[in-house]
């Protein structure tokens, strides 16, 4: 029995007899899966919350079931590279009857295990431990635990695995180390030759702490208060193209690798290496006047669902190296994606040319508040370009202050992905200035149109391009007309704020219109007061760029487009009904307002969503029908791709979207 990769599975209780269930990057919410008589569970990159995996009762191998590749035929559980949340895991201790044990393996590898809801099986310690556990083949293999109570036979079959935050159960008294919050172990079960020998526990555990490889799972996820959440993977044999909109394919969590446009350009991969870099050799000592700083990092995920952006804290600690003559390192505390690998290497060039040297005798890290997903992309450059500059010259900066923008050695910073979402990301959090790509401005118009004036009035948004400009809205003592221009637009966006909803009667205000023209000739980058005054003239946009308009559609689209590439035509088994008029609804409300070019993509979206609506108005009665229906919804399913395919590899889409 195998589940397609990254479907997800609600409420589903299975038990396995003679079966053997195989399930690849699926996730399980509120389910069991039970392993009765032969059966196996074999779970790779899996996402499992609420849910319990276990065996049943007590009973006896009968026939054998070829499983390939596994060490026998009897009942077994594997879970490989999987996230565990709330839970519970069991396995019976086995049977004795007719002469004959079960046979059985459970083994969790590379899994990350949340608590405090979450339970590991029950191993009895008695005076069969060790041969239970041989015979079963029990074993936790370079895990991850977090807020978990554990016992000592848990410990006992542990290899190279973390411990995070546990506390011991059981009399578990390893873990009991003051101040050790995380603890590597390699933990060995050390023969014991009576039951009141086992029940001493902690005199036969060997611990040592070792360098260890990769421990815990790779699967991206993010875990916020006891809150763990998963962001699914690009599906294998994605139909992604260059231009393929974000959300006709589910992605990792990291940032969209995308062209200036805002149209992704090409797959997400998962993050690779932690980009580090050093001065060139002989460069002169630039030495640090501050060993920590931090600013705010615009970053955006690419979900089923559409972009989600937000501001992200990202810091940078210098630590003095023992070798403190030699070229100071730079890099990232978690692995990075090749992309913004290279973006640090262009930063750290162009802080040797800004700053006439590079530091000596430190290791430098950059991170990331969330340190649990991937991360890609280039758009972090500037960001980091200010948190260097911060260490050199020792200038603080504003807390209140976000920036997104790819960046070349000369300072100039460059176009990326994803802007209206990371701005509307922002404005939901404490930043009040943010800074932009100016060559991203052509996606303004876009958010105007889509999200009115309000984005606009809630956080002062600059172009900048090129270091200099970011520098002086960062930096926690802008220069003078700077700060003045910024306190005076502030005072405009608290009168804007104080009453959104007569927020377009004051922008025909003679005296707010002056107010706003004034801070524009002040400062020329500042884009709210710029676009604010061109909704206050009337000179709204008619329609959505190209790009906005694909977008746009494919964020409105929600759980539709994911459908269609996990499902086709067993949609209507794999989406709400709510759900489904939801995204219908806003479809047809956003279609008029699309470039005329992508219109034919949002009514192929439509009649899609409208035949699957149709099979669950009117629910098939015979087989012909049902047939009838899904027929007809892998045919609507066909025209979308279709339809997306004529759009994209039409040249002169192409070279307006490249441009």
């Not at 555990?205 to 962001?231: D, E, N, P």
């Not at 640090?344 to 649990?372: C, M, R």
């Not at 400062?523 to 909704?535: H, V």
Request: charged share 20%; glycine share 8%; net charge neutral.
């Amino acid at each position: 029995m195998e589940i397609a990769p990254f479907s997800e599975v609600y409420g589903v209780h299975l038990t396995l007899t003679n079966t053997r269930l195989v399930a690849t990057n699926v996730t399980f919410r509120n389910c069991s899966i039970v392993v009765a008589e032969n059966g196996a569970a074999d779970l790779t990159g899996c996402f499992l919350e609420t849910t319990k995996v276990g065996t049943k009762g007590a009973f006896y191998r009968s026939s054998p079931l070829p499983v390939s590749g596994y060490p026998h035929s009897g009942t077994w559980i594997l879970l490989k590279d999987c996230i565990l949340s709330e839970t519970e895991l069991s396995y019976l201790r086995p049977a004795t009857g007719n002469g004959t044990n079960l046979e059985g393996t459970f083994q969790l590898e590379q899994c990350t295990v949340y608590g405090p809801s979450s339970t590991l099986p029950d191993v009895p310690l008695t005076d069969s431990f060790r041969e239970y556990v041989k015979h079963n083949e029990l074993k936790l293999k370079a895990c991850k635990f977090t807020d978990l109570v554990l016992d000592t036979a848990m410990l006992a079959i542990s290899e190279d695995c973390i411990f995070e935050n546990c506390r011991p159960g059981d009399g578990a008294k390893a873990l009991s180390i003051p101040g050790v919050e995380t603890l590597p172990v390699s933990a060995k079960f050390i023969p014991a030759t009576s039951a009141g020998e086992v029940a001493a526990k902690y005199p036969q555990l060997r611990f040592t702490s070792s360098s260890l490889g990769k421990v815990g799972s790779s699967v991206a996820h993010t875990a916020t208060q006891g809150v763990v959440k998963l962001v699914n993977q690009p599906p294998a044999g994605s139909l992604r193209e260059n231009f393929l909109p974000t959300a006709l394919v589910q992605t990792t969590p990291q940032e969209s690798r995308t062209n200036p446009t805002g149209t992704p350009n090409e797959p997400a991969k998962e993050a690779e290496f932690t980009g580090s870099t050093t001065g060139t050799m002989g460069a002169p000592d630039s030495g640090l006047k501050l060993k920590q700083t931090a600013v705010n990092g615009l970053l955006i995920m690419s979900l089923a669902s559409g972009e989600a952006g937000s501001a992200a804290r990202m810091s940078a600690i210098a630590l003095p190296e023992a070798d403190n003559a030699g070229n100071s390192t730079l890099r990232f505390n978690q692995p990075v994606g090749p992309m913004m690998g290279k973006a640090l290497e262009e930063v750290t060039k162009f802080t040797q040319l800004n700053s006439n040297g590079w530091p000596k005798g430190h290791a430098i890290e950059i991170s990331f508040a969330d340190k649990y997903s991937n991360k890609d992309g280039p758009s972090a450059a500037v960001a980091c370009a200010l948190l260097l500059h911060s260490l050199i010259s020792g200038k603080e900066l504003d807390p209140n202050f976000a920036v997104t923008g790819d960046m070349n050695a000369d300072g100039s910073v460059q176009p990326i992905g994803g802007v209206a979402a990371k701005i509307r990301g922002a404005t939901k959090g404490q930043c009040k200035l943010i800074g932009i790509p100016v060559r991203n401005e052509s996606s303004l118009p876009d958010l105007l149109l889509m999200d009115g004036p309000t984005p606009f009035a809630s956080i002062q948004i600059f172009g900048i391009g090129e270091f200099k400009q970011a520098e002086a809205l960062a930096l926690a003592q802008k220069p003078e007309t700077t700060q003045a221009a910024i306190a005076e637009m502030n005072q405009v966006q608290e009168l804007l704020m104080r009453s959104p909803a007569q927020m377009g009667s004051w922008l025909r205000n003679q005296h707010v219109i002056a107010k706003l023209q004034q801070v524009l000739k002040n400062a020329p980058n500042n884009l709210s007061a710029k676009y604010l005054l061109m909704y206050a003239s009337g000179k709204l946009p008619q329609t959505l760029s190209l790009a906005g308009s694909i977008v746009a559609i494919d964020n409105s689209a929600g759980d539709l487009i994911s459908t269609i590439k996990t499902s086709k035509g067993d949609a209507f088994n794999n989406i709400g009904k709510s759900s489904l008029g939801s995204s219908l609804t806003r479809l047809q409300g956003l279609r008029a307002r699309c470039d005329a070019r992508a219109r034919p993509y949002a009514d192929a979206i439509i009649n899609f969503g409208t035949a699957v609506k149709e099979a669950m108005d009117r629910p098939a009665q015979t087989g012909p029908r049902a047939m009838e229906y899904r027929v007809k919804i892998r045919g609507a399913a066909s025209s979308v791709e279709s339809e997306l395919s004529r759009l994209l590899n039409d040249p002169t889409v192409r070279e307006e979207l490249e441009g």
